[in-house]
């Protein structure tokens, strides 16, 4: 079983940066990639980056290339996400999952974090 715990959200102002940590449990052949997911109300959940624990193979979102960076640390089995030039429409809940595979379906993730809530002010 693969826990996962986000922390980081919080209020920021447009154009400001935040950064999100995702911990994960313990790493597995059914964990091997994490993926960054936000969801805001009325909308359906969008895949907004992710990595690969073996290699940190990345992917973005259209979205957010180019202003958001995915890296991890495999000794502290932590994902973080880099949030600059933050916009309005960034608001969201941001939720971590893991994947066998590093795909951007949310139906394909087997396991979720708690979500963190990230608000930008205009």
């Known amino acids: 079983q693969v826990q996962l715990e986000e922390s980081g959200g919080g209020l920021v102002q447009a154009v400001g940066s935040l950064r999100l940590s995702c911990v994960a449990s313990?790493?597995?052949?059914?964990?091997?990639?994490i993926g960054w997911f936000r969801q805001a109300p009325g909308k359906e959940r969008e895949f907004v980056a992710g990595i690969r624990w073996s290699g940190g193979s990345t992917y973005y979102g259209d979205s957010v290339k180019g202003r958001f960076t995915i890296s991890r640390d495999n000794a502290k089995n932590t994902v973080t996400l880099v949030m600059n030039s933050l916009k309005p429409e960034d608001a969201a809940v941001y939720y971590c999952?893991?994947?066998?595979?590093?795909?951007?379906?949310?139906?394909?993730?087997?396991?979720w974090g708690q979500g963190t809530q990230v608000t930008v002010s205009s």
């Open positions: 313990v790493r597995t052949f059914s964990s091997n990639a």
């Open positions: 999952a893991a994947s066998p595979v590093l795909v951007t379906r949310a139906r394909d993730y087997q396991y």
